[in-house]
C-alpha cells in the first residue's frame, strides 16, 4: 500500500505522519499551544487500514466533508470516525471503540453508539504515495454520512493563493497548523531527551514562518526556538489545516525529523489538480 521510494520523506510520512493508536506509540506538535475552541472545525480522524489503527487531523470545510491528507484515506478499512473534541483524553487510554473486526474495520452503528461521527473515506485518484514530487497530490476527504451542526466549516483558498507568497515575502509570513498530533518534550523520567509524547491527545496549534514554496507543496520552519514562530508540526498532524489569514492553504503531509524539529512539508490545496478534484464533492 506504501511502496518504500524518496526513501526519507516516504519513511517519514509512514512513521510520523500516522499516528498508531494502540500498543505504539501515539503520533502532537512541537511548542504547540493548546487550541481550546479556537479552531472548533478542526478535528480528529480514526481509522483502520491493513497494518493497524491510525489517526490523523482533519477540517470540516462544508456541512458533510472533511479535508484531509490522502495518506489518511488511501487503503482506509471500513468506516473512519471523526470527532470534534478539543480534549480527548489527558492521559492513556483514549475513550475509542475498538472495532468488532478490525480486518473490515468500523462500521457505522459501531461508531454511532459510542458517540461520534462516521464517514467514508476518498483519496485523490492521482496521489502518488511518495513516488513523484512533482505530483505530490497528497489530499483525500471524509464524507460524512450525517452532516455536522453547530460548527462553522473553513474555507478553502483561492485558486493559485500562494503564488503571491515568493521569496523574500514567504520567509516573513507566519501560518497556522492545527492538529491532534504529539507534543515534543522531555518525559516525566528516564533520559531528558524531548521526543513526541503520546498524551495528552488534544487540539493544538502552532505558527510557522514560511521557508520554501514549490507547485506542490508549502514548507515552513518548525523549530520551536525560531524567535518568529512557536513550534512544528508532528505524528498524529497529518491532514491537519494550514491556516493564513483564516483560510487553509495546505495539509500536513510530512516531516524530516523525529523529533518533528526542523522542516515540515504542507500538501498545496489552492491548486488546479487539488481544486478539480474537491469540486467534484460540492466544494
Known amino acids: 500500500m506504501r511502496p518504500k521510494l524518496l526513501q526519507i520523506l516516504l519513511a517519514l510520512a509512514m512513521t510520523l505522519g500516522l499516528a498508531g493508536l494502540g500498543t505504539a506509540p501515539a503520533a502532537a506538535s512541537t511548542g504547540g499551544t493548546p487550541d481550546g475552541n479556537l479552531h472548533p472545525n478542526v478535528g480528529l480522524i480514526l481509522f483502520y487500514a491493513a497494518d493497524g489503527r491510525f489517526r490523523c487531523s482533519a477540517t470540516l470545510v462544508s456541512p458533510t466533508v472533511l479535508l484531509t491528507a490522502a495518506h489518511c484515506t488511501d487503503g482506509t478499512l471500513g468506516k473512519t470516525l471523526v470527532t ?9 487510554p483514549t475513550p475509542f ?3 468488532a473486526d478490525p480486518s473490515a474495520g468500523y462500521t457505522q452503528a459501531e461508531i454511532e453508539k459510542a458517540g461520534y461521527l462516521s464517514g467514508t473515506a476518498f483519496t485523490h485518484p492521482e ?3 511518495f513516488t513523484d514530487l512533482a505530483n505530490w497530490n497528497d489530499v483525500g476527504v ?3 454520512d450525517r452532516p455536522v451542526k453547530g460548527i462553522a466549516p473553513a474555507d478553502i483558498a483561492d485558486l493559485d493563493y500562494l503564488d503571491a507568497f515568493a521569496q523574500p515575502r514567504l520567509n516573513r509570513t507566519l501560518f497556522t497548523a492545527v492538529g491532534y498530533g504529539t507534543e515534543v518534550r522531555k518525559p516525566d523520567a528516564g533520559p531528558q531527551k524531548p521526543q513526541p509524547m503520546s498524551f495528552p491527545l488534544i487540539r493544538r496549534f502552532v505558527v510557522m514562518p514560511g521557508q520554501k514554496l514549490t507547485p506542490q507543496i508549502l514548507q515552513t520552519n518548525g523549530n520551536d526556538k525560531d524567535p518568529r514562530g512557536t513550534g512544528g508540526t508532528c505524528f498524529g498532524d497529518s491532514g491537519g489545516p494550514v491556516f493564513h489569514n483564516g483560510v487553509i492553504v495546505g495539509v500536513t503531509s510530512y516531516t524530516y525529523t523525529n523529533n518533528c524539529r526542523y522542516l515540515g512539508g504542507y500538501q498545496r490545496v489552492d491548486i488546479d489538480v487539488v481544486q478539480d478534484w474537491l469540486a467534484t464533492f460540492g466544494l
Open 97 to 99: 471503540p475498538v472495532a
Open 142 to 144: 471524509i464524507v460524512l
Open 127 to 129: 496521489y502518488s504515495n
Open 84 to 92: 470534534f473534541d478539543s480534549v480527548i483524553a489527558e492521559e492513556a
